[in-house]
């Protein structure tokens, strides 16, 4: 096994631009609280406290008033939030969650507390309601969201990482791909390698599409055995350090294909390489959408090109913002996929997905499989 190893990829990101990066984001989220009307803020989502402390345990709320920042757990994690969260006093809760919080309130003087509303149960908000001593419990949202769109030079670099594994993990299993092998036995070689080269696991269900199965956008890979002539999408990612990578790539299996399914490669070729080109910094979602959804539409698919263009990715797999019908302008440092398609029922399906990260003017591809046709 050539290549990367591990101690490789630990040595992007030093420690010390991390904790630089949390400091930065620390500060930001404080810098929100008077804009929204709280003078403090209970985080649970948990990609949200994962890019604010640092802490990637699965149970936490964060605390988060100007002059404090508090990071309440359960036993299981005390050690673990003491070494990842550099920036917040621990506090391990031990007589149950909400007398802990009124403590948190009474010390830290807080009158309004913001909570994430998109990512709270109504359970637990009517519980709070009831118990906490604040004047106001006030819904707030996209608040972190809104910070996380921009990614800092300490995401990229994690992002990067994911996005390399995954190309590997691609050129890794090309060789397994052959007729009488199984959908769900190249969707394990990609997630063996993905781990095996030191991500987490797959960043969603890989899709395995092949042969008829292509023409379903999300075609999560089955017991179908890949046969000869069959085109096969391989849609998946890995997770690094908690940071998600997409990529899709279409290969042929045995021959090359028929004409109309080369024209279709062709055409879902020639759009993503085109929004790759023709995308620009400031250029809204919709925008980059449309000069791929055209060159589709001019060839005759239009309505075979059934979803967006693409949308960010980051902590979570799809995230904000959308590269489809979106008015937001796509800002430098945001991350976002490139990925046009065709499918056509009861024939196939064609996708080709790269991520981007916005620069100062243009995207930078991050992905960098080939994307001429492979014909195994
Ligand atoms: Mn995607």
């Known amino acids: 096994m050539s290549g990367l190893t591990m101690s490789d990829y630990a040595s992007d990101g030093s420690r010390n631009g991390k904790k630089e990066a949390l400091m930065n984001r620390l500060l930001s989220i404080k810098s929100k609280l008077e804009d929204n009307g709280v003078d403090g803020m209970l985080v649970s989502k948990r990609e949200n406290f994962m890019y604010l402390s640092g802490f990637t345990g699965s149970f936490s709320y964060l605390v988060i008033t100007a002059n404090h920042s508090i990071l309440i757990t359960d036993g299981r994690y005390n050690e673990q939030a003491a070494q990842q969260a550099p920036f917040f006093e621990i506090v391990k809760y031990t007589k149950g969650i909400n007398a802990e919080l009124n403590e948190i309130i009474k010390k830290c003087g807080i009158r309004k507390l913001g909570f994430e509303s998109l990512h709270l149960s109504y359970d637990k908000f009517l519980d709070l309601k009831e118990k906490l001593e604040v004047e106001e419990l006030k819904p707030l949202k996209n608040v972190v969201e809104s910070l996380r769109v921009v990614k800092d030079e300490e995401e990229i670099n994690l992002i990067r990482t994911a996005v390399r594994i995954a190309d590997e993990a691609f050129s890794h299993v090309l060789p397994y791909i052959k007729p009488g092998v199984s959908e769900l036995e190249v969707a394990a070689g990609l997630e063996y390698f993905v781990k095996k080269r030191g991500g987490e696991g797959a960043s969603f269900k890989t899709i395995v599409a ?25 849609d998946f990612g890995a997770v690094y350090r908690g940071y998600c990578s997409d990529m899709t790539r279409t290969v042929f299996v045995g021959r090359k294909p028929c004409a109309k399914m080369e024209e279709i490669y062709n055409t879902v070729l020639t759009a993503q390489v085109e929004a790759l080109k ?8 919709k925008e980059i959408d449309s000069i791929a959804r055209e060159i589709i539409k001019g060839a005759g698919y239009g309505d075979n090109f059934g979803h967006g263009l693409g949308h960010g990715v980051g902590l979570e797999i799809h995230e904000d913002p959308s590269v489809a019908s979106s008015e937001t302008a796509i800002e430098k440092g945001m991350v976002v996929t490139i990925e046009p398609g065709i499918y056509i029922e009861g024939f196939g399906g064609v996708r080709i997905e790269d991520m981007i990260v916005m620069g100062d003017d243009e995207p930078i591809v991050l992905t960098a499989s080939p994307k001429d046709m492979i014909i195994l």
């Open 210 to 234: 092949s042969g008829k199965r292509s023409s379903m956008a999300h075609g999560v890979a089955s017991e179908k055995l890949i046969e000869d002539g069959d085109p096969v999408v391989l």
């Open 278 to 285: 023709r995308a620009r910094r400031g250029m809204t979602g």
